[in-house]
């Protein structure tokens, strides 16, 4: 790619983006620049990755072809008050914060602007996040294909509707933590049958994640490499019955689209 990109914003998230652009070389460390007014935070950076590192978000604004907003949603109105008549008239605008839809980022800026909107989750910041992506009218297939190339190169990236983004925020935005819940749980019965705690976490975690892996690349469905597992009269078998009796299916079904729904909420609350 021979853009040049501009955070604003120097958190985890950044952090872990600028990572996985350089790991991947989708751009040089020459052709990043990020603001942000954490100044120990943007030496550290600029040390770890080489990139281009200010305080002033117009510098980064009036250089960057693509512009990632990466800061805290509250923030988002006076960052682009600040930055607004600075940006390059085809820049990209690359939102990452939950709730802020593409025609309130349109309006913030007060004209049509190129947007795409993306969602990503916490495991980008170890290299295997999950992110989903929309852009406005103005956004070509070339620019869209560019900025899923971003994403996936510190994970997974899909194209998606934006009236899908709050079952986004169900199924991959809010899930690492019906996970670590998972985990914990299974953790915990470990202990109570006698395996120490730090040995539970590392043999549940493992599960889950080896467990993610088989889904993704044998392409065989969850329900079938579940019955794999399950041999007739087994172990397996009796602790699925147990999960069935208890109501896990029901109970994840409920809590996403709980999820699903105060997200919405939260939307409309803007």
Do not use: W
Request: with cysteine; charged share 25%; proline share 3%.
């Amino acid at each position: 790619m021979n853009k040049t990109i501009g955070f604003i914003g120097c958190g985890n998230m950044g952090t872990a983006m600028i990572g996985g652009i350089i790991k991947a070389n989708i751009v040089t460390s020459d052709k990043i620049t990020v603001a942000d007014l954490n100044e120990k935070s943007l030496k550290e950076t600029k040390l770890k990755y080489g990139i281009n590192i200010t305080t002033a978000n117009r510098e980064v604004a009036k250089n960057a072809d693509i512009l990632i907003l990466s800061v805290k949603p509250n923030l988002y109105p006076i960052v682009i008050n600040e930055i607004k008549d600075h940006i390059k008239e085809n820049a990209i605008i690359v939102t990452i914060a939950a709730g802020k839809d593409i025609k309130g980022t349109e309006d913030m800026f007060g004209r049509k602007v190129k947007v795409v909107r993306v969602m990503p989750n916490t495991p980008a910041l170890v290299g295997e996040g999950m992110s989903a992506i929309c852009g406005n009218e103005v956004i070509t297939k070339e620019e869209l294909v560019e900025i899923v190339n971003i994403f996936e190169s510190f994970g997974k990236a899909e194209i998606v509707s934006e009236k899908l983004m709050d079952v986004v925020t169900a199924v991959s935005g809010s899930s690492p933590a019906y996970v670590y819940m998972f985990i914990e749980a299974m953790a915990d019965a470990a202990v109570l049958d006698g395996m120490p705690r730090n040995q539970a976490y590392k043999f549940a975690a493992q599960a889950v994640l080896g467990a993610s892996k088989m889904v993704l690349e044998t392409g065989i469905h969850p329900g079938a490499l579940k019955d794999m597992v399950c041999s007739p009269g087994g172990t397996t078998i009796e602790a699925v019955a147990t999960l069935e009796e208890k109501g896990l299916r029901t109970a994840v079904i409920s809590a996403m689209r709980n999820c699903t729904k105060k997200s919405i909420e939260i939307s409309n609350l803007k």
